[in-house]
Structures are given as C-alpha cells and as structure tokens.
C-alpha cells in the first residue's frame, strides 16, 4: 500500500512541473516581429520619344580636283591640277528620336541639326598659273544626319552603333589674288559656290539615363558625301575682258563627336519588375 502511495505522489509531482513549464514553451513559439518585404527593383527602359541638345566639334579633308578650264571660250584639261587642305571647326545643335525596348535590346532612331563652321584653306593648282598658286576655301555651315541605331543596356547604360544619311551646308570660294606684270588686278577674283550636300554616315555612342527621363551621351560620326562636281564662273580674268570657268570635283569627308543631353517622354515611366 505504501509503494501504491508513494507512486502516485511522484506523478503527481511530475504532472504539476509540467503545468508549470507550459507557459514558458508557448512563450517561446511567439510569432516574430512583422518585417517589410524587400523593395521592388526598377527595370530602367529605354522606350519613348526623346529630344535634346549637343554640343562638339568635328575635323575632315576636302579634296579639289581641277578637271576643265575654260578662258574666253577656249578650253584646255592641259592643267589637271589637286588640291588639298583639311577642315575643322565647332558644332552645336539639337536632336530628337525614338526608341522601342525589347528585353535589353534597344532600337530607335534618331535625326540631328548641327550648326557651326568646319573650315579650311589651302594653296591650290599651281600648275595653272605657275608661280602664282589659287586658293581654295571650304566651310560646312551646317551638318545633319537621318539615322538608325541598335544597341544593349547594361544596368542604366545603353551602348549602341548608329549608320544611316548625312547632309552638309558647304560653302566653296576659289581666287587667285595676284597679278599678272603687276597691273594689280587679280587673276582670279573670289567665285563662291553654295550647294546642299546629301551622304551616308556610320558611327557609334554610349549613353547613360542619370535620371527616368534624363541621360547623356557621346557619339562619334562618320560622314561620307563622295564627290560632287562644281563650275566656278569668273567674269574677268586678269583683269582682262575675258570670262573664265573652272570645273573642279569636290570630296568631301568629316569626322563628327557630339557630347548631348536629351529628354525622354516615357511611356507610363520605369518598369517594375514582377516577381
């Protein structure tokens, strides 16, 4: 009897320390604090119309070629004669365009205005007046281009190249200043030729969005207008009553950096990524 006793006493012991430790259990299975959830990333696109500005300079050669000359109805090509001389000058302007965004893939396109002076002068065709060599000047007043683009991003940057048309404001005087014996009236009096200029360009840039709808950019040009045939008419030579003509082809190619900030008109602005 005294062990049935004595059995019972200890689970009932055990029974009451473990009502006193249950409370203590359930408090360490609390639930932790509430933590926010980490925020959303912004995916940063590239589609919208944009427009901006530029800034920059550009540097190129101008080739003359004498083909033809024509003295008081006369013609000869006895004096085929080249000249060469190289331009450079600043440029600034404006842009705008459009780009699509598809995965990291960005195409657009793009037209430019640049207004400046690239110029340039040289001594030319020696052979025509020996001793006595022309001058031949060059200015491209202003340059433009239609083109494409395709590029990648990488984070908020875009790498792209570029090709597409180019256009050129030129502006063209050739002169011979000096005199035959010395009678001071020039040999050549200033002919001036303006023409529109129509090519192709390549090139390449880099631009990075510092903000949803801000970025900047440098992009390096490369245009090609061929050659182009032009006749510079003199009424007087020598100061002689006899007219002159000289048929001369032009070729013209510019290098072209331009530095640009330009705007973007986002469509419902940056993307957020889905989880």
Known sequence: MRKLSGAAFAL????TAMIAAAPAGAADMAVPPYQPPPPVPIVWSWTGATIG??????????????????????????FNSTGTHTVSGFVGGGQFGANYQIGNVVVGVEAS????GVKGHGDCFAALFPGTPSTC????????????????????????????????GDEYTFSNANSLGG????IVAPVTVKDARLGWMVGAGAEYAF???????VEYNYLDFGSRH??????TTAGLALSSAYDVDITQRVHLVK?????????????????
């Open 113 to 116: 205005f640049s207004w400046g």
């Open 259 to 275: 530095i640009g900030l330009s705007y973007r008109f986002t469509l419902g602005g940056p993307v957020v990524a889905k989880y």
């Open 137 to 168: 000047d060059s200015n491209a007043r202003w340059l433009g281009t239609l083109a494409g683009r395709v590029g990648g991003t990488i984070d908020r940057a875009l790498l792209y190249v570029t090709g597409g048309g180019a256009f050129a």
């Open 53 to 78: 500005i530029h800034g920059g300079g550009a540097w190129g050669k101008k080739d003359w070629d004498l083909t033809l000359v024509r003295v008081g109805g006369l013609s000869t090509t006895a």
């Open 230 to 235: 032009y006749q510079f008419f003199s009424p």
């Open 211 to 217: 903000s949803p709808n801000w970025s900047a950019k």
């Open 12 to 15: 009932m012991t055990f029974a």
């Open 183 to 186: 009678g001071g009236a020039p």
